[in-house]
T-cell receptor, first 110, second 113 residues
Framework: KNEVEQSPQNLTAQEGEFITINCSYS?????LHWLQQHPGGGIVSLFM???GKKKHGRLIATINIQEKHSSLHITASHPRDSAVYIC????????????FGKGTHLIIQP | NAGVTQTPKFQVLKTGQSMTLQCAQD?????MYWYRQDPGMGLRLIYY???????DKGEVPNGYNVSRLNKREFSLRLESAAPSQTSVYFC????????????FGPGTRLLVL
């Protein structure tokens, strides 16, 4: 069974700061997902990656397959980035769902 | 294009009552999932359906049943609700068995007294 660990659990930062959220997993995966859960509860997929790096606006996600580690970075953070960020591992080979980390609760203060 | 929809948004049940959570997607996706989210824990897979007519257990299936009614709809039934089933339930879907983005519904908040 894959274990997915995220750190930190909680993060409070000032507007404009560079944010890093880390995710590690215990066994090999086919893909790693980063999700955002807004205060209202909705879950939105940010990235899915199996190697290297992806960028969308101010968000960057990287993955190191050998080290079983992924990071989500937010540049020039803004209060609207306040949310819970969740990483999830896809084991591959079938439609067997995702294994989720517990999430990182991010608060960006003005 | 509504994406993934769930009904109801919120429900209160008494212990022993039954109910069905409904989920529908209009993206022509093959795979559909039911997850539950509890405080301090990550989302956990209850059941999934790789295609119309097939369903499989996930990590926490006890106390639940599912039906893949057609390609669009995947329902989750609680036959005899228990307080331990108090949770937020999310339905999700994705296009195929290939690892792709999952799209989530807005969630159903269930309270079992």
């Amino acid at each position: 069974k894959n274990e997915v660990e995220q750190s930190p659990q909680n993060l409070t930062a000032q507007e404009g700061e560079f944010i890093t959220i880390n995710c590690s997993y215990s066994v090999g995966i086919s893909a790693l997902h980063w999700l955002q859960q807004h205060p209202g509860g909705g879950i939105v997929s940010l990235f899915m990656l199996s190697s290297g790096k992806k960028k969308h606006g101010r968000l960057i996600a990287t993955i190191n397959i050998q080290e079983k580690h992924s990071s989500l970075h937010i540049t020039a953070s803004h209060p609207r980035d306040s949310a819970v960020y969740i990483c999830a591992a896809a084991m591959g080979g079938g439609a067997d769902g995702l294994t989720f980390g517990k999430g990182t609760h991010l608060i960006i203060q003005p | 294009n509504a994406g993934v929809t769930q009904t109801p948004k919120f429900q209160v049940l008494k212990t022993g009552q039954s109910m069905t959570l409904q989920c529908a997607q209009d993206m022509n996706h093959n795979s559909m999932y039911w997850y539950r989210q509890d405080p301090g824990m990550g989302l956990r897979l209850i059941y999934y359906s790789a295609s119309e007519g097939t369903t499989d257990k996930g990590e926490v299936p006890n106390g639940y049943n599912v039906s893949r009614l057609n390609k669009r709809e995947f329902s989750l039934r609680l036959e005899s609700a228990a307080p331990s089933q108090t949770s937020v339930y999310f339905c999700a879907s994705r296009r195929s068995e290939v690892q792709e983005t999952q799209y989530f519904g807005p969630g159903t908040r269930l309270l079992v007294l």
